[in-house]
Structure formats: structure tokens, C-alpha cells
């Protein structure tokens, strides 16, 4: 092993295995995001708001009433699942038959309320929740143990809707509702219904996303444009609704921002992010692996 | 089973059914013949829900089909195969098969209905985890009347089962029209394919610009002279 790592630049290494941790919890977004797209139609301009609200119920559960982490968390996972479907509910569901431009104005509205209320209720402090994981070191490398346990954390969460999507009646009802929406009554399926449940997952993957970038990142009103654009980059990259193409373009970025960390800046790593998708958006319009009609 | 009244129906301010009256009985096959535009269709997504009629009533063994929701007809026992098959093309056989089964009702059901419906395909369960839109279209027609049997349904209604079929290829389709008729489901079946459905249908109704022309069993259809001329070309 010490031979290999000898040989090897470390700090590659480290920086390589870091890009795949972040990339995990880009790809939980990623999917989730991906999936309302993909069912519904419409895209959620306010998802990284909802991962937001979602830090911050963490935040206040943990750190001012004293719950437990690992209690706080199955709580705001509902709480944001909850969230995603009134936003079905009240915003996206009086809107389905409308121009898909309105529906982008309509969530994006839901942003700005989202981000504006926020900063009346909590203030613009940056907030954390006061737990500091310790570093595991291997070898030379040190790997925070936060983004392990996000990494592990959000591959269990992408594996638990991939076998709700497969094994179940209603998850093979929402891959199969966006290959013909019109025959689904005839299946005795309730559109309405499966619209509510994706949007719920949607909602619950946000919450779970939510739960792990609380234990790195500072909770506050505009923390959603911290992951909020690299997120719609994403899914754009890997084919809008395309689930395996988002999983891909997700560890692509990660491994972009963090070997570009690596050789420069934090900042540039984010900038060569957005060329390479410049580029890529020139080479393959329609994504990594455009999606197949 | 199944009793249409005065039905009018249409799309927008197109009407395409004029005062439809139709009766299915249990254990009937009874078929729906006509020209291409005149209601085949409207008359089978009339009755599944697919859309609503303006006027007239439709009832399944006296319960009123206008007033359930679409998605609850089927739970009626109403399992519709639409034109075109119209299956999940990305989605398995297997899943295809499984959104067939996927009301309440039918789910308890599912392992014992898979089998009936491999047993009466036996293609399918060779099939199963293909992309049901890269099988050949009888291939699919078969995973479409598959899928509806599924619902463990009362009545059956086939739109055009061998519309863009080879000639073999209808052949069979038609034979497991009389298989499944002969398992003692009801089956309800528009076809412009007039000398091959007549074959297997107890009576027919024969529809023109969105109204019921002429009625009577097969021989009787087979022997009047508006169909003769019209469709058999004789």
C-alpha cells in the first residue's frame, strides 16, 4: 500500500477521492431534481431553496431544542417531503396545462419567498449546527468523516429509490408515466396522485441532501445558490430526466471542482466546472447521454 | 353487462357519436365494424373514460360509468386495449404487464394473473425483460392484450387488434380472440377488418359517421347487402 501511495501523488489521490464524495450528495440533487423533471414536466427553480429549509430545520432542531442528530434528520426529511408536495399542490398543479415558461416564473417565484422569508424569520447570520466530525487519516491523505458519512448516506438514499422505482407497483406507475400520460387512467393509475407522490420524493430526497450538507456547510438564507446552479448544470449535462446520465455528470463535476481545488483555488474549480459545460453544451446539446423519446 | 343509451360525443365542437345505443351481454363477443373516421374509436374511449360524452348514459351491470372516475372504470371490470397497443416502450414486458395489474383490486391478484397471462403467451414470459418497444408488433399486441388481462376484467374491449399486422400475424391474433372469448370473458371488438371479425363475434354493430347503421348477428351481417357491398367487396 505505502509502495503505491509513493509512487502515486497523494494529494492527486486525495483530491480524486474527495471529488467522489462531493459527488455523491450532487447526485442525490441531481436526482431528485432530475425526477420531478422527468414525471411531471416542470423544473423546480426553488429545489435547492427547499434543501435550504431544510438545513435550517436541522439547525434549529439540533442546536436550539437539543434533539439528536439522527432523530432531527428522519423529521426533516419528512418536513421537506411534506414541502414538496403543497408546492405540487398549490404551485405546479393549477399551472400543468400552462406555457412551461409560467411554471419556471411561477417557481421561481418560490424562490425568492422562499430565500425573503428566511431572512425575515432566521436573520442573514451563518449558522451551524456545532458538530465537529473528526478527520480520518489513511496514509498521508485525510478525509473528512462529514463527507464520508454523506457519501455513504446519499448512495443508501439513491439505492432506496431506485428499489421503490423497480420493485414497487407505484414506482414502476412513475417511470411509466411520462412514456404515456393519457393511458394511465386506463391502468386504474391516478395521475394526481403519482404527481403528489414523485413531488414528495423530490421533496425527500431534498431533506436527506439537506441533513448531510448541514454537517459541512454553514446554514443561511442563500445557501441554495451554493449548490443550487451546479445542480440544474448537472442535469442539463446528463440529459433533463435522464437518471443514469445525471449519476454520471454528477461524479464529472465533482472530479472537475475538486481537482481544479487542487491546482488552484476552491473558486476555480467552480469556473472550470462552468467552461467545461460551455463546452460540453457546444459538443452535446441535448446532454451526455440524451435522453431517448 | 354493458349498456350504452343515446350517446353523444365528440372532441371540442367536432362530434364524432350521434345517439349511440349499444348493449353488450355477458359472455357475448360482439364486434363494431365501420369505416375509417366513423366513431370506432370515440365509442371504445367513451366507454373506458378516456373522454366523456356530451349526452347519454353508460352503464357496467347498472353501475353508471359517467359518474366514476376515470381511473376507477377499470376496477369495474372494463379493461380497455387502445389503438395502437399504445404500450410503455421503455418498460419491460414485465412492468408493462405489472401497470396492467396496478389497482388495488387486481394487485393481490398479480403472481396468479402473471401466470394465466404467460400461459396464453407463452412469447411474453420468453420476452419478459425486453424493452416491450424493440418487440415486433404482434409481439406487442400480445403484451397489450396481456396487459389488460391482467385487471382480471369482465369485459374486454380490443381497438383494432390487427391494425398494422402481417396477414399471419392477424391470423393469430384472431384465434386468441376465440381463446380468450372461450375462457368466458365478454369481449367488445372494433375492427375494420369485417370478414375476419365477423368470424368471431356473436353479433356486430356496424357504424357510419357516428351512428349505428345496421345490427343483427354475424351470419345476418354477413349476409346483408349494406355490408357485403361497403366492406367485403362482393
Not at chain 1, 139 to 160: E, H, K, P, Q, T
Amino acid at each position: 500500500m505505502q509502495a503505491f501511495l509513493d509512487i502515486f501523488d497523494i494529494y492527486l489521490l486525495e483530491a480524486v477521492i474527495n471529488g467522489i464524495l462531493l459527488g455523491g450528495v450532487l447526485a442525490l440533487l441531481a436526482l431528485g431534481l432530475n425526477l420531478i423533471f422527468g414525471v411531471i414536466d416542470v423544473t423546480w427553480i426553488c429545489y435547492a431553496e427547499l434543501v435550504m429549509i431544510g438545513m435550517y430545520a436541522m439547525y434549529f432542531m439540533v442546536q436550539y431544542y437539543g434533539v439528536s442528530y439522527f432523530i432531527a434528520a428522519p423529521f426533516t426529511i419528512l418536513l421537506v417531503a411534506l414541502l414538496g408536495a403543497a408546492l405540487h399542490y398549490l404551485v405546479i398543479a393549477p399551472l400543468l396545462t400552462a406555457p412551461p415558461i409560467n411554471q419556471l416564473l411561477a417557481t421561481g417565484g418560490v424562490l425568492f419567498v422562499l430565500q425573503s422569508f428566511a431572512t425575515v424569520a432566521f436573520g442573514i447570520d451563518f449558522r451551524n449546527l456545532g458538530i465537529r466530525l473528526p478527520v480520518l487519516a489513511f496514509g498521508d491523505m485525510n478525509f473528512s468523516y462529514a463527507r464520508l458519512l454523506s457519501f455513504i448516506a446519499a448512495l443508501v438514499g439513491m439505492v432506496a429509490v431506485y428499489l421503490f422505482m423497480t420493485r414497487t407497483f407505484t414506482g414502476t406507475a412513475i417511470r411509466a408515466i411520462s412514456q404515456d400520460r393519457q393511458i394511465m387512467a386506463l391502468m386504474g393509475v391516478d395521475t394526481k396522485r403519482i404527481y403528489i407522490i414523485t413531488s414528495a420524493l423530490g421533496g425527500a430526497l431534498a431533506g436527506l441532501a439537506a441533513c448531510l450538507l448541514v454537517l459541512q456547510y454553514d446554514v443561511h438564507p442563500f445557501v441554495g445558490l451554493s449548490f443550487g446552479p451546479i445542480t440544474f448544470l448537472i442535469c442539463v449535462l446528463g440529459g433533463l430526466g435522464n437518471f443514469i446520465g445525471g449519476f454520471i455528470a454528477s461524479f464529472v463535476f465533482a472530479e472537475i471542482i475538486s481537482l481544479g481545488g487542487l491546482f488552484s483555488d476552491l473558486e476555480w474549480g467552480y469556473v472550470l466546472a462552468f467552461a467545461f459545460f460551455i463546452v460540453m453544451m457546444f459538443i452535446r446539446p441535448a446532454g451526455l447521454l440524451a435522453r431517448r423519446r | 353487462m354493458l349498456e350504452l343509451r343515446s350517446v353523444d360525443a365528440g372532441y371540442g365542437s367536432f362530434q364524432a357519436l350521434f345517439g349511440v345505443n349499444l348493449e353488450v351481454k355477458a359472455g357475448e363477443a360482439v364486434g363494431v365494424i365501420g369505416p375509417n373516421g366513423a366513431g370506432k374509436t370515440t365509442l371504445m374511449r367513451v366507454i373506458s373514460g378516456l373522454i366523456r360524452p356530451a349526452r347519454g348514459s353508460i352503464k357496467m351491470e347498472g353501475v353508471d360509468v359517467l359518474t366514476t372516475p376515470a381511473h376507477r372504470i377499470v376496477s369495474l371490470g372494463i379493461a380497455h386495449v387502445p389503438e395502437n397497443r399504445r404500450l410503455f416502450p421503455q418498460l419491460s414486458v414485465d412492468d408493462n404487464l405489472k401497470m396492467g395489474a396496478f389497482m388495488k383490486e387486481a394487485r393481490h391478484k398479480y403472481a396468479e394473473r402473471l401466470e394465466i397471462v404467460f400461459e396464453l403467451f407463452p412469447r411474453l414470459k420468453e420476452r419478459r425483460y425486453q424493452m416491450a418497444g424493440t418487440m415486433s408488433g404482434g409481439e406487442q399486441q400480445m403484451c397489450a392484450i396481456g396487459r389488460a388481462l391482467m385487471s382480471d376484467p369482465k369485459l374486454l374491449l380490443l381497438d383494432e387488434p390487427s391494425a398494422g399486422l402481417a396477414p399471419v400475424v392477424v391470423q393469430q391474433v384472431f384465434e386468441l380472440v376465440k381463446r380468450i372469448r372461450a375462457s368466458g370473458l365478454t369481449v367488445l371488438i372494433v375492427e375494420q377488418n369485417v370478414q375476419q371479425v365477423l368470424r368471431v363475434v356473436d353479433r356486430a354493430y356496424l357504424i357510419e359517421a357516428g351512428s349505428i347503421r345496421a345490427s343483427g348477428s354475424s351470419a345476418e351481417m354477413l349476409a346483408s347487402d349494406t355490408v357485403k357491398e361497403a366492406y367485403l367487396g362482393v
